[in-house]
């Protein structure tokens, strides 16, 4: 590992000192005309000891980035890590911490509401048949069931 700090904001965080499940502001990007992006790290899982099933991430995926804008309108993307152990979560001119777990509780809770995954078809997904309700909602159960634990990043 280099000692020289990388692009990537996140490849600069020590994955083995994290501790899962977390929410934690990873960066705030000022744009020309001075709206501020805050990304938010929602971490599901373990990094290196576990994570999500595709299907369920995907699902979880739809859910969330439908039914977050729902709670706020500040909401500009939620997306999936590549490996696959949580969320990134970016809000526009949008920096109150609480509120954003707010946000991530109530959508969770609406998760767990919902009888069908959003844009689960083959004109609206690139890959439709790789989906699980079921899994979503038990991604979502388990990371609500720790919502105590959300704001301590480190062990």
């Given at each position: 590992?280099?000692?020289?700090?990388?692009?990537?904001?996140?490849?600069?965080?020590?994955?083995?000192?994290?501790?899962?499940?977390?929410?934690?502001?990873?960066?705030?990007?000022?744009?020309?005309?001075?709206?501020?992006?805050h990304k938010?790290?929602?971490?599901?899982?373990?990094?290196?000891?576990?994570?999500?099933?595709?299907?369920?991430?995907?699902?979880?995926?739809h859910l969330?980035?439908?039914?977050?804008?729902?709670?706020?309108?500040?909401?500009?993307?939620?997306?999936?890590?590549?490996?696959?152990?949580?969320?990134?979560?970016?809000?526009?001119?949008?920096?109150?911490?609480?509120?954003?777990?707010?946000?991530?509780?109530?959508?969770?809770?609406?998760?767990?509401?919902?009888?069908?995954?959003?844009?689960?078809?083959?004109?609206?997904?690139?890959?439709?048949?790789?989906?699980?309700?079921?899994?979503?909602?038990?991604?979502?159960?388990?990371?609500?069931?720790?919502?105590?634990?959300?704001?301590?990043?480190?062990?």
């Amino acid at each position: 590992m280099s000692d020289k700090p990388m692009n990537v904001e996140s490849f600069n965080l020590d994955h083995t000192k994290v501790k899962a499940p977390y929410v934690r502001l990873a960066g705030i990007k000022t744009g020309i005309h001075g709206d501020n992006i805050h990304k938010y790290d929602m971490r599901i899982c373990q990094p290196n000891q576990g994570h999500m099933e595709m299907p369920a991430l995907h699902s979880l995926e739809h859910l969330m980035a439908e039914l977050s804008r729902n709670h706020s309108d500040k909401v500009v993307d939620i997306s999936p890590m590549g490996c696959q152990t949580g969320f990134y979560i970016a809000m526009i001119n949008h920096d109150d911490y609480d509120d954003v777990l707010d946000l991530i509780e109530g959508t969770l809770k609406d998760v767990l509401a919902a009888d069908e995954v959003p844009a689960c078809n083959e004109t609206q997904c690139g890959w439709a048949a790789s989906h699980s309700l079921n899994g979503a909602k038990t991604l979502a159960r388990e990371f609500l069931a720790k919502r105590d634990e959300w704001n301590q990043v480190f062990a």
